[in-house]
């Protein structure tokens, strides 16, 4: 695609819920991060993937945080059991090889937890 | 671990003036990179201007400049004949220069507002 689309653009979830945000990447892209943004903050990394591989999930703040990608294209980002604190844009980026070639960002999904 | 720091909450600038707003970061790596981002209220963050380490000059697009001094740790942004478009939040960030798939590290952001 002509850049990295996520949806929805705006969550609105129930404290317990789960939630589920796509990031389609640039085509070809072999890299692929999340971040997350929390109000007034600068995003703050949580997890990569290079394909289908996840190679980095160190930003991940519990275990209710699960992401993959399982034909190296889209990711999914899951929230289980969403939370007050959970509430923040996700960003998602993706780069041609990600061996520091430039990172390209989608619009993000605003998720609001209530 | 790599911090970057951003000292300047809010700017303001008046339309076709020069604002310079500042960054600081730490590291122990020598092989870096370092980005100015762009976020307007649509959230996408958008690559402003980018500089590698290893070189001494200053990156420079267009009415974006930087002053990058490496022994202070210290990658100001210089944006003359300021725009009402430049009007954003801007953030500094840190990229390792070795091994693939490392991440970003972004300061708190500046958020700037030209005035008419």
């Known amino acids: 695609g002509a850049g990295v689309s996520q949806s929805p653009r705006y969550k609105v979830a129930k404290r317990g819920q789960d939630v589920a945000l796509r990031c389609d990447p640039i085509?070809?892209?072999?890299?692929l991060f999340w971040y997350q943004q929390a109000l007034g903050q600068g995003p703050e990394f949580l997890t990569y993937?290079?394909?289908?591989?996840?190679?980095?999930k160190s930003g991940l703040p519990s275990d209710r945080f699960f992401a993959e990608r399982p034909e190296g294209s889209v990711s999914t980002l899951k929230i289980q059991r969403t939370q007050q604190e959970d509430s923040a844009v996700y960003l998602c980026?993706?780069?041609?090889?990600?061996?520091?070639?430039?990172?390209?960002f989608g619009q993000g999904t605003r998720l609001t937890v209530v | 671990a790599q911090t970057v720091t951003q000292s300047q909450p809010e700017m303001s600038v008046q339309e076709a003036e020069t604002v310079t707003l500042s960054c600081t970061y730490d590291?122990?790596?020598?092989?870096?990179?370092l980005f100015w981002y762009k976020q307007p209220p649509s959230r996408q963050m958008i690559l402003v201007i980018r500089?590698?380490?290893?070189?001494?000059q200053n990156a420079t697009e267009n009415r974006f400049s930087v002053n990058f001094q490496k022994a202070a740790k210290s990658f100001s942004l210089k944006i003359s004949d300021s725009q009402l478009g430049d009007t954003a939040m801007y953030f500094c960030?840190?990229?390792?220069?070795?091994?693939?798939?490392?991440?970003?590290?972004f300061g708190e952001g500046t958020q700037l507002t030209v005035n008419p």
């Open positions: 980026a993706s780069s041609l090889t990600g061996m520091n070639t430039e990172a390209f």
């Open positions: 085509s070809g892209h072999v890299s």
């Open positions: 993937f290079q394909n289908e591989a996840q190679l980095d």
């Open positions: 590291t122990s790596e020598s092989n870096y990179y």
């Open positions: 500089q590698e380490a290893y070189k001494q």
């Open positions: 960030a840190f990229l390792r220069g070795r091994g693939s798939g490392s991440r970003l590290t």
